[in-house]
């Protein structure tokens, strides 16, 4: 029941939707493709709900009920996508969906448009069948996965994770088995200083030596943290990461004109062992160091966002469920890995205790990169894998699945 023309004629509507969030521009935000699936979705015979959660930022839910009580899954896909950057570099319009051979170009084509096109046919192919199961499916089409994930807090505020037993989370991991999700602390570090003339540096504090210190105390704090926790088999190491440094830290600089302060941000990722407040002290023990160091080093740290490294036991039944699907349909073995960077999943799990597993398609390096595609063959096989791991969960079938 899997309709492979709808999988691409979707994937290929949503990408030409686009829906970079920026507050300054209309014509590029997620409320014009929530209203689209919000339309389509009802015409499919779904139960569908759009919740705003900011001005033009709306969440939808849709929903697919059984035949009686049972167990709840949960397929998470979102409408944001990131900047295209400069369109002169693309080989295809960005948002034109085009079809080169057996790929799908444009923005968000895997990260992740298409795998939420994928959970949306797996979830029609299950309601046109008539196949008869038990509990709900709950499809979590939130915003900004891109930025600090408001979209998925929302939703958790809401309810509507309270009784899910187990979620797929549709990124582009390659159709790979991820369980471990690295953590994530964004941070950032504001060195005060004091304005003075360049010729007379004397006269003021150069927040510049303060911020440097800083960036060469962390990267040794990183390399410790790296051989005590060692290599992570799926995620890695773990890494204190200097992402944006600017002197000053608003307006113009001048070349002849001692900043009145510097700031760096930081994205520090985790890995299992690392516990989120103890890393924080310990950056800010590094950071105190410098006191002895610089003469007057004043600084400011704020943490601005918390995703921690989270993890699902292989044993539990969505695991089994989705195990069972890609067997299914592949005629392989799967493949586990872990995901690089935090997902929606991460606060499912985190917040709810939700047994996560992200699946899909699309090669692990593409997302957020010029001309970035999905490849249409492997999309159809993560759509089949996503209504098999639904009715293998809905069922029970989870018991035996090697």
Known sequence: MIDEDA???????????????????????????????YERLKSLGFEVHMEEV???????????????????????????VVT????????????????????????????TKGNLAASIIAAKAIKDSGVNF???????????????????????????????????????????????????????????GKMAHGCMPYAGINPNFGMAKIILKLRELEEEEKRLLG??????????????????????????VIPEDSSIAYDIRTVPGQK??????????????????IEEFRYELEVIERRPCVST???????????????????????????????????????????????GAGGREVPHQVDEYVDIDQLVETAKIYALSILNFLRGEDNEYR
């Open 231 to 256: 290599y992570h088999r799926f995620l890695g190491y773990p890494s204190i990461t200097p992402t944006v440094v600017m002197s000053p830290s608003s307006g113009k600089g001048q070349l002849n």
């Open 54 to 80: 900011a001005p033009k930022r709306p969440n939808l839910v849709a929903l697919l009920r059984g035949h009686r009580e049972g167990r709840t899954i949960l397929l998470e896909g979102h409408t944001d």
């Open 84 to 111: 295209p950057g400069d369109v002169s570099k693309w080989s295809y319009d960005p948002f034109g969906g085009v079809i080169v051979g057996r790929r799908i170009y444009g923005r968000g084509a895997c990260d």
């Open 7 to 37: 999988l691409v004629s979707l994937t290929q509507e949503l990408i030409r939707i686009p829906s970079v969030y920026d507050p300054n521009d209309d014509s590029a935000n997620e409320e014009k493709v929530a209203s689209f699936l």
């Open 134 to 192: 038990s509990g709900k499916i709950i499809l979590c089409i939130p915003v900004d996965e891109e930025g600090l994930m408001v979209g998925i807090k929302e939703f958790i505020r809401r309810g509507w994770a309270d009784d899910v037993d187990g979620a797929i989370i549709c990124e582009p991991v390659d159709n790979n088995i991820c369980l471990d999700i690295k953590g994530a602390i964004r941070a950032l570090v504001r060195v005060k």
């Open 276 to 293: 989120d407040e103890e890393l924080i002290e310990k950056i800010r023990g590094v950071i105190d160091e410098i006191k002895d160091e």
């Open 313 to 359: 036991d292989p044993n539990e039944p969505i695991v089994k469920a989705v195990d069972k699907a890609y067997r299914e349909v592949t005629r392989k073995a799967p493949v586990y890995n872990g995901v690089p960077g935090a997902t929606d999943g991460t606060f499912l799990k985190a917040w709810k205790g939700i047994p996560v597993v992200v699946i």
